[in-house]
């Protein structure tokens, strides 16, 4: 007698749907912005430690080849996006914003895989290293953009928008470490 070996279903796909959705939604409300110790910041930042979060579950949850599959997917749907929505609306496409976007966003995220995998991989996830790989990435993210995008043109006020940015995400960081650490069990390996 024979067992049948037991199907399982593959639905890593969500999440890279999810992570591509967020990360045009993030992209989108770069536009909308708010004040907060007399220094304008745009909604994005808030949800810029998501789209880390969501790609170190993927890697969690599934493995590295789906985490990279999701970083390229999403990756290349923000430019379509940038793209599409540019053409509808009549505007012109400037290439320093769409390139400082794309690659702010996958290089912090590759960074991010890497530094991440590594800890998932030869250490005990604690979560401290976890805390500071997201902290890292998010460093990465705003040097690569400001190196592209501003052209390394800063204003009056830019160290002060930064430093309060990485303190509000570093907040919301640390949610996203207590619940990785918690509340995702480690499940296919490579």
Not at 35 to 46: D, E, M, N, P, Q
Not at 65 to 88: C, Q, R
Not at 124 to 138: H, I, M
Not at 177 to 187: A, E, M, Q, S, V
Request: net charge positive; charged share 10%.
């Amino acid at each position: 007698m024979t067992r049948k070996a037991k199907k399982t279903y593959d639905d890593s796909w969500m999440y890279i749907l999810l992570l591509t959705t967020l990360t045009i939604l993030l992209y989108s409300l770069s536009t909308y912005k708010f004040s907060i110790a007399g220094i304008t910041l745009t909604y994005s930042v808030l949800g810029l430690p998501l789209i880390f979060f969501i790609t170190n579950y993927i890697t969690k949850k599934y493995n590295y080849a789906k985490a990279i599959s999701a970083i390229s997917i999403s990756g290349v749907s923000m430019v379509l996006f940038i793209l599409i929505m540019n053409f509808v609306l009549g505007k012109s496409t400037i290439l320093s914003s769409m390139s400082g976007h794309f690659c702010g966003y996958v290089i912090s995220q590759f960074v991010n895989l890497m530094i991440y995998y590594f800890i998932l991989q030869n250490t005990s996830a604690k979560p401290l290293l976890v805390f500071l790989t997201y902290l890292f990435s998010l460093i990465v993210f705003y040097m690569f953009y400001t190196l592209i995008y501003l052209n390394m043109v800063v204003e009056a006020n830019y160290w002060k928008g930064y430093f309060i940015s990485l303190g509000l995400q570093s907040v919301i960081c640390l949610v996203l470490t207590i619940i990785d650490n918690k509340l995702i069990k480690r499940g296919k390996d490579d």
